[in-house]
């Protein structure tokens, strides 16, 4: 159990049955009455952050995640398939509880599963990944002193913005977790 005097950022915990992360916190004290402490809260399952405040002294439930590394196999129908590198178990999951991260899985990706007690609740990618553009119209000739941008499709399908200069087969680093065009390789 973890009491309000023990919250810190990133500590995970119940409330009201439901699975959090601390993502702010603040010590307040009203001119009248007893001291209370502000919350940001992130839902470990959902993603969706509220705002709470409790009662200094109040006790809460300390939440234990683990990371294990993942690596990416294929794709069957719908369900994605990933390995556990250190038990080489397998896991299909659906891609609603991947979203957008399904823009950006190649064979053999090494990711980070996140498991609540015993539960997946996440994935997290690389955050910096070096792709190939598989499809890219060809680059205009003409005002270099703006930042032209054209659309290209990476290997796994996904759209992205690119440079003019940026052609087939090149390969590009992309941030995975706005999706956006950082170099070329």
């Known amino acids: 159990m973890v009491s309000t005097s023990d919250f810190r950022n990133g500590l995970n915990i119940l409330v009201d049955g439901e699975p959090y992360q601390i993502t702010w916190f603040q010590n307040h004290k009203p001119g009248k009455g007893g001291a209370v402490m502000r919350v940001k809260l992130r839902h470990l399952k959902k993603g969706g952050t ?3 405040t409790f009662k200094s002294g109040e006790k809460f439930e300390a939440l234990s995640i683990t990371r294990q590394k993942k690596q990416f ?4 129908g719908e369900n994605y398939n990933f390995m556990d590198m250190n038990t080489y178990e397998q896991v299909s999951v659906e891609p609603q509880f991947l979203g957008e991260m ?3 899985l190649t064979e053999n990706l090494e990711v980070e599963a996140i498991y609540l007690e015993s539960e997946l609740i996440g994935i997290d990618l690389p ?5 190939t553009i ?3 119209e060809p680059g205009v000739k003409g005002d270099s002193v703006s930042n032209m941008t054209k659309m290209a499709k990476l290997e796994t399908g996904a759209d992205i913005r690119v440079p003019l200069f940026i052609k087939e087969g090149d390969r590009v680093k992309v941030d995975t977790r ?8």
């Open 127 to 131: 955050i910096i990944m070096e792709m």
């Open 73 to 76: 196999l294929y794709k069957e």
């Open 50 to 52: 509220i705002e709470r």
């Open 178 to 185: 706005t999706g956006e065009y950082v170099e070329r390789v």
């Open 134 to 136: 598989a499809e890219a």
């Open 102 to 104: 399904v823009n950006f």
